[in-house]
């Protein structure tokens, strides 16, 4: 079973004479790496903000698993089932490394404890040293500032992962490193990984390739 699927989703922004996204049915499953190519004004970031539960979709359905998100709170939704990485990191600047890994558990309820000893175990898991820990972004460097918001991603323990251009600032040794984390977590432990991009790198090391064009989207593999 899909763990996120679309249902002719249509999305128009306020009087606009035309649809953003126009009739958009997909699936993205759990061990699996998609990628969603196409060029900037295409409907990319709409269709993701959708499937973060950022936007309700104009028309159409929207699915995880079994359950339409237009009966579910969608700030649980985005606490619990679904977490953004951003091509901009988005780390708090006045956290520190721990902090801001520790932080999505945090909204959740998780006691600090336990918080910290997940939020040390995700670190390990993306590379990230605990000599570290206790550095502030600022301190790191952009393949380090990704490789924490990937670890808070995975902090939460949300299953599926959607990032938005996730090496769009970093050079390319750091952008294969970045792939390749993400590649793990979809092959080796089973989450499912949207990745939205112009780098066409990406999208040929992806299980299946998708590319919207004019808020029409289409799938290439």
């Known amino acids: 079973m899909a763990e996120l699927k679309l249902k002719d989703v249509r999305y128009r922004y306020g009087k606009a004479a035309r649809d953003a996204l126009s009739g958009v049915s997909c699936e993205f499953r759990a061990g699996e790496v998609a990628a969603v190519v196409g060029p900037s004004g295409s409907g990319k970031t709409?269709?993701?903000?959708?499937?973060?539960?950022?936007?309700?979709?104009?028309?159409?359905e929207v699915y995880l698993g079994d359950k339409e998100l237009g009966g579910m709170d969608l700030d649980e939704y985005r606490?619990?089932?679904?977490?953004?990485?951003?091509?901009?990191f988005h780390l708090f600047p006045?956290?520190?490394?721990?902090?801001?890994?520790?932080?999505?558990?945090?909204?959740?309820?998780?006691?600090?404890?336990?918080?910290?000893g997940?939020?040390?175990?995700?670190?390990?898991?993306?590379?990230?040293?605990?000599?570290?820990?206790?550095?502030?972004p600022s301190?790191?460097?952009?393949?380090?500032?990704?490789?924490?918001?990937?670890?808070?991603a995975l902090s939460s323990g949300a299953r599926i992962i959607l990032a938005d251009e996730p090496t769009g600032n970093l050079?390319?040794?750091?952008?294969?490193?970045?792939?390749?984390i993400l590649t793990r977590l979809a092959h080796e432990e089973?989450?499912?990984?949207?990745?939205?991009?112009h780098d066409m790198a990406i999208a040929e090391a992806a299980d299946s390739v998708y590319v919207v064009s004019d808020g029409v989207l289409t799938r290439r593999i």
Request: glycine share 10%.
């Open 46 to 60: 709409t269709l993701l903000s959708i499937m973060a539960g950022l936007d309700r979709p104009s028309g159409g």
């Open 79 to 88: 606490r619990r089932y679904v977490s953004v990485i951003f091509q901009a």
């Open 94 to 116: 006045l956290l520190t490394v721990l902090e801001n890994v520790c932080f999505p558990m945090e909204l959740n309820g998780v006691p600090e404890r336990e918080a910290k």
């Open 118 to 136: 997940r939020a040390r175990e995700k670190l390990a898991q993306v590379g990230i040293a605990e000599e570290k820990h206790r550095r502030y």
């Open 139 to 152: 301190q790191l460097s952009g393949g380090e500032q990704q490789r924490v918001a990937i670890a808070r």
């Open 171 to 180: 050079d390319g040794e750091n952008s294969r490193n970045i792939v390749d």
């Open 190 to 197: 089973g989450y499912c990984v949207v990745i939205v991009t």
